[in-house]
T-cell receptor
Framework: EAQVTQNPRYLITVTGKKLTVTCSQNMNHEYMSWYRQDPGLGLRQIYYSMNVEVTDKGDVPEGYKVSRKEKRNFPLILESPSPNQTSLYFC?????????????FGPGTRLTVT | AQSVTQLDSHVSVSEGTPVLLRCNYS??????LFWYVQHPNKGLQLLLK??????LVKGINGFEAEFKKSETSFHLTKPSAHMSDAAEYFCVVSDRPGRRALTFGSGTRLQVQP
């Protein structure tokens, strides 16, 4: 089954404790992206990757890091989480050549930082 | 720059009556436009997409949307609401070649009354 998976689905952590949210897709997509969803703001892009070893900032990159060492994986790293990073996070992927820009979303990771 | 405005944060309809969710967009290029749906505690599912072909786009579950360039609108409609349509709906625009970012509206929560 074609899908984007994220782990963990739910995470409660404390300020300053480094964490990683994993994202994996099995569709051989070149493009992958991270979004955060906050009430009343829709989804905002954090980082994106056009291919292996190619990443760039989105609209809200502060406090986040990413890496793209393999085509299927695109982990999101919070080196020192803060309460304002409490949010619902979505990973997405698509083919690079897809002119329609349709993206496939993972199920989401709900993060709470206390 | 691209932006999306969803004109209603909440819409309530009775089962069996028509649904209209309004969306206006702003874009510097020829945009691709999407409607995504998010059911409670679920990920995002693509309902339909416009990519410069037919201006009337049909999607899943009986939804359709019409692209009106002169009005910069992309309203979502359905002739007859079903209880299972209760969810949050996001209008999305993408027009930045290369970056592939999706810009989301703030969402419209659809309630369906029995």
């Amino acid at each position: 089954e074609a899908q984007v998976t994220q782990n963990p689905r739910y995470l409660i952590t404390v300020t300053g404790k480094k964490l990683t949210v994993t994202c994996s897709q099995n569709m051989n997509h070149e493009y992958m992206s991270w979004y955060r969803q906050d009430p009343g703001l829709g989804l905002r892009q954090i980082y994106y990757s056009m291919n292996v070893e190619v990443t760039d900032k989105g609209d809200v990159p502060e406090g986040y890091k990413v890496s793209r060492k393999e085509k299927r994986n695109f982990p999101l790293i919070l080196e020192s989480p803060s309460p304002n990073q409490t949010s619902l996070y979505f990973c997405a992927s698509s083919f690079r050549g897809e002119s329609s820009y349709e993206q496939y979303f993972g199920p989401g990771t709900r993060l709470t930082v206390t | 720059a691209q932006s999306v405005t969803q004109l209603d944060s909440h819409v309530s309809v009775s089962e069996g009556t028509p649904v209209l969710l309004r969306c206006n967009y702003s874009s510097s290029y020829s945009p691709s436009l999407f409607w995504y749906v998010q059911h409670p505690n679920k990920g995002l599912q693509l309902l339909l997409k416009y990519t410069s072909a037919a201006t009337l786009v049909k999607g899943i579950n009986g939804f359709e949307a019409e692209f009106k360039k002169s009005e910069t609108s992309f309203h979502l409609t359905k002739p007859s609401a079903h209880m299972s349509d209760a969810a949050e709906y996001f209008c999305v625009v993408s027009d930045r070649p290369g970056r592939r970012a999706l810009t989301f509206g703030s969402g419209t929560r659809l309630q369906v009354q029995p």
